[in-house]
T-cell receptor
Framework: DQQVKQNSPSLSVQEGRISILNCDYT??????FLWYKKYPAEGPTFLIS?????DKNEDGRFTVFLNKSAKHLSLHIVPSQPGDSAVYFC???????????????FGQGTILTVHP | NAGVMQNPRHLVRRRGQEARLRCSPM?????VYWYRQLPEEGLKFMVY????????ESGMPKERFSAEFPKEGPSILRIQQVVRGDSAAYFC???????????????FGEGSWLTVV
């Protein structure tokens, strides 16, 4: 039962262009979403998050878009840099009964490669 | 990774032995989470602890796995009688807030890689 899905195992992009990473979810109870970046043999590093009351959040080169009706979110990185090459995970959480905590459901990850 | 300290980074155990993984949360954080990443998969939630309390262990296997977060000292994830299927990366995370973290960031450690031979 994969509640959070990243259907593209990998993505290859030229330096300077836009990278678009996609994520779909099935659980309507999810109301906050996060993107993490992960290098091999390291832990995930937080990138950006969005609450379900918003449809867009921007932080520097990173923008996350949320389409609740489609249960879809995407991470845009522009311009892409070779140092962005890593595995990107989307994750979702639930604010149940007015409280929430760090119990996140992760997608399988997308390997992003940015070529110089 | 934002100060969450895990050790050991790599652990090799023979089948039937015990594995103990330790996690010290970021300074000022009192909420700890353990996640497991099996090969080729995403991270899966295991357990959420506050000091001296297990809040949510819905992701923990029913047998052989236990976790604690004592009043003093690090959080411990204990796996008894390890089997080859326990080989995975185990990540600890911490947050400064428990209730109401909606959109809050949860900071991960660098992981402990368990190999069962």
């Amino acid at each position: 039962d994969q509640q959070v899905k990243q259907n593209s195992p990998s993505l290859s992009v030229q330096e300077g262009r836009i990278s678009i990473l996609n994520c779909d979810y099935t659980n309507s109870m999810f109301d906050y979403f996060l993107w993490y970046k992960k290098y091999p043999a390291e832990g995930p590093t937080f990138l950006i998050s969005i609450s379900s009351i918003k449809d867009k959040n921007e932080d520097g080169r990173f923008t996350v878009f949320l389409n609740k009706s489609a249960k879809h979110l995407s991470l845009h990185i522009v311009p892409s840099q070779p140092g962005d090459s890593a595995v990107y995970f989307c994750a979702a959480g639930t604010n149940a009964g007015g409280t929430s905590y760090g119990k996140l459901t992760f997608g399988q990850g997308t390997i992003l490669t940015v070529h110089p | 990774n934002a100060g969450v300290m895990q050790n050991p980074r790599h652990l090799v155990r023979r089948r039937g032995q015990e594995a103990r993984l330790r996690c010290s949360p970021m300074k000022g954080h009192s909420h700890v989470y353990w996640y497991r990443q099996l090969p080729e998969e995403g991270l899966k939630f295991m357990v959420y602890l506050q000091k001296e309390n297990i809040i949510d262990e819905s992701g923990m296997p029913k047998e052989r796995f236990s976790a604690e977060f004592p009043k003093e000292g690090p959080s411990i994830l204990r796996i008894q009688q390890v089997v080859r299927g326990d080989s995975a990366a185990y990540f600890c995370a911490s947050s400064p807030l428990g209730q109401g973290v909606s959109g809050n960031t949860i900071y991960f450690g660098e992981g402990s890689w368990l190999t069962v031979v």
